[in-house]
């Protein structure tokens, strides 16, 4: 994975690389679903992503 045009320092991003991994979230699959315990943080490298909340 690589940062780019981030203010991001060359030492905090080596860092940052280390501790998070790549993941490919594609088209129709969801980040969490209701009633899943959330776990993760999610950085949006390239594309959309909508979130909706239902009451």
Do not use: A, C, W
């Not at 080596?14 to 129709?28: E, P, S, W, Y």
């Not at 950085?43 to 979130?51: A, D, T």
């Amino acid at each position: 994975m690589e940062f780019k045009k981030s203010p991001i320092d060359g030492d905090s991003t080596t860092l940052l690389q280390n501790i998070f991994r790549h993941k490919v979230v594609k088209k129709d699959i969801f980040f969490l679903l209701e009633g899943e315990k959330s776990t993760e943080v999610g950085v949006i490298l390239k594309g959309l992503f909508r979130s909706f909340y239902i009451d």
